[in-house]
């Protein structure tokens, strides 16, 4: 894309204030992730919960010279202001024309799993031949998809395109935008399925995209599909694909007989494949890719060739503590312009002083287009410190990097060179293409080598609190509760990930966790819930928030205050007792509560309490007791004071089972993580945590011999053993030895034998092919958290507060 201000102006009517000359070739909307402001206009956009007019001053000040916006709301000067009477339909029309006047063929992709892999796929096989541009990641939304549309310019052929819908009548605004040539509708499911009144209904919407398509292509294994597609585009080229013989191109082999090769019939004719995966979704996928090559006039011979070589598409992103306080950032599946952006995008998100990048040749392109100059342009905006170029084609651009620029020709020479002994309390990206093996240079950089790790995926902890905010009103407050080391996740990682994604409040139990939370840059408020009473100089020099649970904590609060000189109203949470009988004050103490806090040097910042019980269906009588001793006191402090500070006392299984009393804010804990006590809750949540482990040796056992201490396991026949390096002092608890647990190989479940040691146990393999240095799990899906929970005989809570420091924990982003 580029375009003038004044052809922008033209093409969408919006008013230009400002500079008509101004160009503009990117669109940011999002302040966090601006990691490029030549030439980028950012747009400010409204969404129910968030208004990004309130972003225009930040946007500015990270270098922003265009602003889209519905008024102008600043007088900076030198601003060009693009003026329109709606800031989404204002990109949607420009993507529309821009889209329109670009002679390319169009994919769209529509469905309701399978988008993004599909396209990604159709990607690796095309990109040889054309020059593609595609949506990045899974940018389908009435956002993503207009974004993606402006980044066709005049070199592309093929576009490939993902379109998402979530409710009826948005697939009329994306075909608007974008009507492609050839359509294309993977599996329907059951996403977003609430928001329709049936299935029928959702299919009949997510075909609308095809209106003006000379092609669709689709999965005809529904037969509901089949139908509707059939007697709504009776005079379109239709090609359906499936594992049921009826479809155009179909699987041969039946799904349960297939073992290394598939054979796949398209129009009669028998290709034949290597199969690396069994499961229906990734073979229906890849029968999707073979139809659209078919389609484009690929031969027999080239079709097998490719799809050969398709590659999983994994894109996450992956931080570990390393050496000398740094922080790795490894993201190192995929490397392109795209992913090259997004990662720059990510390490905004961290507040290290210091930046070095590691970046390595790109797999597949050499240097047509200049694209080792934009990657050099791009990356000297990021301000690295160091930039290491690994490779003999991207080791040529060196004078174009502005940063103390160093280049090797593989990462073997990188790890040897001293120079890496250098770099301490750093921010390290990790960007290589797959064949560098840049996983040897994470090895060599991490501070914890166990194989022993707990893995937290911090978007399944944002989906799972998003899921709970479905249950709250937009304005309703969250406070995440991140004692105990976030529930034993980790200390300022997921505090850090939360505060940018705006949580109102974070929770800690005592003043330390508070302290650290602050030195490792967190700025939200933090309230302390159990602020011991040698640390009120601590919480009042770190700027943290305590709760006030009786006259005695007051008062030594408040003689602190007054020693440390502060002067102004110190805020605090007042606790009250409602029926847990752990802490606060009671109904009797308020006319004195009252008088103090009307005299005293602070302020109420919330009124609060907690359920005892709000997981326990039986116990509703008693919880909705406590709601309304909560509601009598709270009013009565509130009538005694004359402000109005907030309220809350929802935990995670309260703002689920009782969201009626969510007041101004919910304290969520354990949803967080994926667990609910409420089984309609439950299948919506993403288990967020994995601890998993890797088999070290793999012995075979006689019948009669002993395993482990004490010989209290013997064989009673001839056994396949394996040992991992996982033990109690890693916080497997003694007492699930004996075949009480069991952990995960493959889709399997193994038995723990004999006694558990400090630092490892023994499992039965029984006659799963698994090998020494395979994965195995101690909790994810099979087992899961809550099942592991089971076998010890205690609550998920328990199992991962229990859970060792020596574990490393990885913070996986995808
Ligand atoms: C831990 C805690 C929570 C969170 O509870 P979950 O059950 O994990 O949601 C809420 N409030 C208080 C006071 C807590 O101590």
């Given at each position: ?58 946007a ?28 989404l ?6 993507a ?8 390319i ?39 993503g ?6 980044k ?40 977003h399925?609430?928001?329709f ?20 292509i ?43 090769y ?10 034949r ?43 996450r ?86 940063a ?17 002994n ?84 974070l ?25 011991e ?52 004050f ?53 009538d ?8 809350h ?18 304290r ?31 012995s ?11 010989r209290?396991h ?8 394996a ?33 558990v ?10 006659n ?47």
């Amino acid at each position: 894309m580029n375009y003038t201000a004044n052809q922008i102006s033209k093409i969408t009517g919006a008013k230009i204030i400002g500079n008509k000359e101004a160009i503009i070739k990117d669109f940011a909307f999002d302040t966090r992730h601006i990691y490029s402001a030549k030439n980028t206009a950012f747009i400010a956009l409204k969404t129910t919960n968030n208004n990004g007019e309130n972003y225009i001053p930040e946007a500015i000040e990270k270098g922003i010279k265009i602003i889209v916006a519905e008024k102008k709301t600043t007088d900076t000067p030198n601003i060009t202001w693009i003026i329109t009477n709606d800031s989404l339909a204002f990109l949607q029309n420009l993507a529309q024309f821009h889209a329109e006047n670009k002679k390319i063929k169009t994919i769209g992709i529509t469905g309701s799993n399978g988008k993004t892999i599909v396209k990604e796929w159709l990607y690796q096989c095309l990109n040889e031949k054309y020059k593609i541009v595609k949506s990045p990641k899974s940018f389908n939304s009435q956002l993503g998809l207009p974004l993606s549309l402006l980044k066709i310019n005049d070199e592309h052929e093929i576009g490939l395109f993902e379109v998402g819908i979530s409710k009826p009548q948005e697939m009329e605004i994306q075909q608007r935008t974008f009507s492609p040539e050839i359509g294309v509708l993977t599996h329907i499911g059951t996403a977003h399925l609430i928001n329709f009144e049936s299935t029928e209904q959702l299919i009949r919407e997510k075909i609308k995209l095809f209106a003006h398509s000379q092609t669709i292509i689709f999965n005809g294994d529904q037969p509901l599909v089949l139908d509707i597609i059939q007697k709504t585009y009776p005079d379109k080229q239709l090609i359906s694909y499936g594992l049921l013989h009826h479809n155009d191109i179909h699987l041969k082999t039946p799904l349960k007989e297939l073992n290394l090769y598939a054979e796949v019939s398209c129009y009669g004719d028998i290709l034949r494949f290597p199969v690396h995966q069994k499961n229906e979704a990734t073979l229906t996928n890849a029968l999707c890719v073979i139809s659209v090559l078919k389609k484009l006039n690929f031969g027999n011979d080239e079709i097998v060739e490719k799809i050969n070589v398709l590659k999983a598409i994994e894109m996450r992103l992956e931080s570990v503590n390393g050496i000398r306080d740094n922080l790795i950032i490894n993201d190192s599946y995929i490397l392109d312009l795209d992913s090259l952006k997004i990662a720059y995008q990510f390490i905004n998100e961290y507040n290290k002083p210091c930046k070095s990048l590691v970046i390595t040749d790109f797999a597949e392109q050499n240097n047509e287009s200049g694209l080792y100059q934009e990657v050099a342009a791009l990356t000297n905006e990021q301000n690295f410190d160091k930039v290491f170029l690994i490779g003999t084609e991207i080791k040529k651009y060196k004078p174009l990097f502005k940063a103390k620029t160093f280049t090797f020709n593989d990462i073997d020479e990188l790890i040897k060179n001293q120079i890496l002994n250098k770099i301490s309390n750093e921010l390290i990206l990790l960007k290589g293409a797959r064949k560098f093996e840049i996983e040897k240079l994470k090895n060599h950089l991490e501070l914890q080598k166990h194989d022993t790790v707990l893995e937290i995926n911090l978007n399944k902890i944002l989906h799972n609190i998003n899921v709970h905010r479905e249950f709250l009103e937009p304005k309703t407050k969250v406070m995440a509760m991140v004692k105990a080391y976030s529930y034993g996740l980790g200390g300022y990682e997921i505090a850090e990930f939360l505060q940018h994604h705006h949580i109102d409040y974070l929770g800690v139990a005592v003043a330390d966790e508070g302290i650290d939370l602050r030195k490792n840059g967190i700025s939200v408020p933090i309230i302390v819930m159990n602020p011991e009473q040698h640390s009120y100089n601590a919480v009042i020099d770190y700027n943290l928030e305590p709760n006030i649970y009786s006259f005695r904590v007051l008062d030594l609060f408040v003689e602190q205050l007054r020693a440390s000189g502060y002067n102004g109203k110190y805020p605090i949470h007042i606790k009250i007792e409602t029926g847990m009988h752990r802490l606060g004050f009671k109904e009797n103490d308020i006319d004195e509560l009252i008088t103090k806090l009307n005299t005293l040097n602070v302020k109420v910042g919330s009124i609060f309490s907690h359920l005892s019980s709000a997981d326990i269906p039986e116990e509703k009588g008693y919880t909705e007791y406590q709601l309304k001793v909560f509601r009598k006191i709270s009013d009565k402090i509130i009538d005694g004071i004359s402000y109005q500070p907030i309220r809350h006392i929802l935990n995670s299984a309260g703002i689920t089972n009782y969201p009626k009393h969510q007041y101004d804010m919910v304290r969520i804990g354990i949803g967080m993580i994926g667990i609910s006590s409420n089984e309609s809750i439950t299948p919506l949540l993403q288990p967020a945590v994995s601890f998993k482990t890797v088999i070290s040796q793999i012995s075979e056992i006689k019948k009669g011999e002993s395993i482990g201490y004490g010989r209290r396991h013997i064989a009673e026949n001839n056994m396949r053993v394996a040992t991992i390096p996982v033990g109690y002092a890693d916080g497997i608890p003694r007492s699930i030895g004996m075949g009480i647990g069991y952990v995960g190989v493959g889709e399997n479940l193994c038995p723990i034998l004999g006694s558990v040691c400090m630092d490892m146990m023994m499992i039965d393999l029984k006659n799963i092919s698994a090998q020494e240095g395979d994965n195995v799990i101690i909790f994810d899906k099979n087992p899961s958290l809550e099942d592991f929970a089971n076998y010890c005989k205690t609550i998920p809570y328990e199992v991962l507060t229990s859970i060792s420091r020596r574990v490393k924990r990885v913070y996986v982003k995808d």
